[in-house]
């Protein structure tokens, strides 16, 4: 168990709908990263938060939004959902932003 | 595109054999973190390299840094069913540790 929480574990939703995906990062990190894995791409990075900011943008789609909130925890929220984003999505955490992170264990989007 | 190619891309053995998968790339990286991934889970940190050259031992595991941080070898001897899994490199900057260039994995089978 690598102390990251993430919520739902599967989410099965139609295309066009809204989803948030929860994130609780290990108690004491600050910095959250989020991270698409589907068959054809393989792992790819989405975007980081430390300390309730954005620090960095990878290949995240503009209807993708994310933030993270007073508490640390984090919320990937995917909007107008298209059949392609069906894939898992981890969320990530590391104490500083040059400390190894460590992840959770997923939450597969099912878009049917 | 994959800035990190891994092969070879699947490696079926018997249990008590030696193999070697291999993470190269044209850019360089401060540091290199191998990952074991298992179905339905998320990848859970193996050992991370920082200076060209290195060798780092985790058991039967043996991880190398290449002398220009561009490429990364890990070997495990006498394979167990255990040790079956995907094999992922990842690629970190000076600036975040935790957003990872992945590579496309390596999925080991050992067979009893």
């Known amino acids: 168990d690598s102390g990251v929480t993430q919520t739902p574990k599967h989410l099965i939703t139609a295309t066009g709908q809204r989803v948030t995906l929860r994130c609780s990062p290990r108690?004491?990190?600050?910095?959250v990263y989020w991270y698409q894995q589907s068959l054809d791409q393989g792992l790819q990075f989405l975007i980081q938060?430390?300390?309730?900011?954005?620090?960095a943008k990878g290949n995240i789609l503009e209807r993708f939004s994310a933030q993270q909130f007073p508490d640390l925890h984090s919320e990937l929220n995917l909007s107008s959902l298209e059949l392609g984003v069906s894939a898992l999505y981890f969320c990530?955490?590391?104490?500083?932003?040059?400390?190894?992170?460590?992840f959770g264990q997923g939450t597969r989007l099912t878009v049917v | 595109t994959q800035l990190l190619e891994q092969s070879p891309q699947f490696l079926s053995i018997q249990e008590g054999e030696n193999l070697t998968v291999y993470c190269n790339s044209s850019?360089?990286?401060?540091?290199l973190q191998w990952y074991r991934q298992e179905p339905g889970e998320g990848p859970v940190l193996l050992v991370t390299?920082?200076?060209?050259?290195e060798v780092k031992k985790l058991k039967r595991l043996t991880f190398q840094f290449g002398d220009a941080r561009k490429d990364s070898s890990l070997h495990i001897t006498a394979a167990q069913p255990g040790d079956t899994g995907l094999y992922l490199c990842?690629?970190?900057?000076?600036?975040?540790?935790?957003?990872?260039?992945f590579g496309a994995g390596t999925q080991v089978v050992v067979t009893p």
């Open positions: 990530a955490s590391s104490f500083s932003t040059v400390t190894e992170a460590f």
């Open positions: 108690s004491g990190d600050l910095s």
């Open positions: 938060y430390y300390n309730g900011e954005e620090r």
């Open positions: 850019s360089v990286f401060s540091s």
């Open positions: 390299v920082v200076t060209g050259g």
């Open positions: 990842a690629g970190a900057y000076a600036d975040s540790w935790g957003k990872l260039q």
